[in-house]
């Protein structure tokens, strides 16, 4: 099976940077996702680390090594709006089960003025 | 329509009633999901479907009935649920991998808030 932690709540003000971490677990691993989740609202796709290293989109980032089954998520420059709900999630191997994702329980950021 | 499109968006129902949530995509995709998110619980996955035919059921009660008449669309027929079955359901899309390789994408429709009485 698979299991995933990260932690639960985040506060962090306006202009700062935060870092959200996501140890994992897991058979046939293919790669570390990221989502972000409004309340009310869908979750959205933000990065796809399949190998070692940094990925960069703008103020967001993503960090994978899969030799320590370890990711974070950056967000640089918090703005008020990217107060949600971040889901990491883990691709694992399944055969014809499209991108089968295995997610985390979520952390809530809080932006504070 | 763009996207991932579910109806309802919300829904009461007693623990005898048979309803059935629709999920369609307007994304041409082949591989789509549901899940079950509980208020303080992980997405759960319970169904897989690529190119039409299940292929993962995540040990999910046989209250809860997938169809998948077409890559396109996806059903969810419930009947005699539980209290504990309300939730928020969401469906997703996303390519097959051996089309565009693995890339940890989904596209999310916005759920069906489902209540049961």
């Known amino acids: 099976g698979q299991s995933l932690e990260q932690p639960s709540e985040v506060t962090a003000v306006e202009g700062a940077i935060v870092q959200i971490n996501c140890t994992y677990q897991?058979?046939?691993?293919?790669?570390l996702s990221w989502y972000q989740q409004h309340d009310g609202g869908a979750p959205t796709f933000l990065s796809y680390?399949?190998?070692?290293g940094l990925e960069e989109t703008g103020r967001f980032s993503s960090f994978l090594s899969r030799s320590d089954s370890y990711g974070y998520l950056l967000l640089q420059e918090l703005q008020m709006k990217d107060s949600a709900s971040y889901f990491c999630a883990v691709g694992v191997a399944g055969l014809n089960a499209g991108n089968m994702l295995t997610f985390g329980g979520g952390t809530r950021l809080m932006v504070k003025p | 329509e763009t996207g991932v499109t579910q109806t309802p968006r919300h829904l009461v129902m007693g623990m005898t009633n048979k309803k059935s949530l629709k999920c369609e995509q307007h994304l041409g995709h082949n591989a789509m999901y549901w899940y079950k998110q509980s208020a303080k619980k992980p997405l759960e996955l319970m169904f897989v479907?690529?190119?039409?035919?299940?292929?993962e059921n995540n040990s999910v009660p046989s209250r809860f009935s997938p169809e998948c008449p077409n890559s396109s669309h996806l059903f969810l027929h419930l009947h005699t649920l539980q209290p504990e079955d309300s939730a928020l359901y969401l469906c997703a899309s996303s390519q097959d991998p051996g089309l565009a390789g693995f890339t940890g994408e989904q596209f999310f429709g916005p759920g069906t808030r489902l209540t049961v009485l």
């Open positions: 680390n399949a190998l070692d």
């Open positions: 897991t058979s046939g691993f293919y790669g």
């Open positions: 479907y690529n190119f039409k035919e299940q292929t």
